[in-house]
């Protein structure tokens, strides 16, 4: 038992750091999101396209924190300018979504009555996932120069923390689109969200500033 805790209280920072930097990035209105929660509404091949999504997502990060921790691991100097470049632009995303909650703004999904094969959906699913540039941004470049800063027994616990919080949200968009969508539909309901990501993005900043400067 004590090996046990000892084991999940060393593996929990990077896996809980993985999940809340990965869900406060995709959690912002996008067309990714919006394409999801209209299958989940549809009740078309939610399964496939959630799996799609968190798979393609999870292998997008992973690439990511392996691949930058690989071209880093001989560049020390590289590595702390990129993880305070990270910590920028994780403020920068913080005050945004602060300021995004002082607006009014809906995710609105668009209906159509056409009913799409397996293969037109997949087909969706990969352009609005793997052509839009903010994905590679987002997963390779800033979540896997933060993941590289994981000492290397704990990568793959911040891969698997941040792979979790993509699947949880696919999922709770797609299978809970009839019940999320009337709370989706409320201005109010996104501005509580988007001030909770600026505060957890504002968060994570500062730790990362905190590693870079002390090397905790």
Do not use: K
């Amino acid at each position: 038992m004590t090996n046990l805790t000892s084991f999940i209280s060393f593996v929990a920072p990077a896996f809980v750091s993985g999940l809340t930097l990965s869900l406060g990035l995709i959690m912002a209105i996008g067309s990714q999101n919006a394409f999801v929660l209209r299958q989940g509404l549809r009740r078309e091949h939610v399964v496939a396209i959630v799996s799609f999504c968190a798979v393609a997502d999870g292998l997008l990060i992973g690439a990511g924190v392996l691949g930058m921790a690989q071209a880093l691991g001989e560049r020390p100097g590289v590595a702390r300018a990129l993880a305070l470049a990270g910590a920028v632009f994780l403020a920068t995303y913080g005050w945004q979504a602060l300021r995004r909650a002082r607006q009014s703004h809906q995710l609105r999904p668009t209906e159509t009555s056409a009913v799409l094969s397996l293969t037109a959906v997949l087909a969706q699913a990969a352009a609005f996932t793997l052509l839009n540039p903010h994905v590679y941004l987002d997963t390779v470049l800033l979540v896997g120069s933060i993941g590289a800063q994981q000492p290397p027994t704990l990568r793959p616990w911040f891969i698997a923390g941040a792979s979790t919080a993509s699947l949880v949200w696919f999922t709770l968009l797609g299978f809970g689109a009839r019940w999320l969508a009337p709370w989706f539909a409320r201005p109010r309901a996104w501005q509580v969200l988007d001030g909770l990501i600026g505060i957890t993005m504002w968060i994570l900043a500062a730790l990362l500033v905190r590693h870079v400067l002390t090397g905790v």
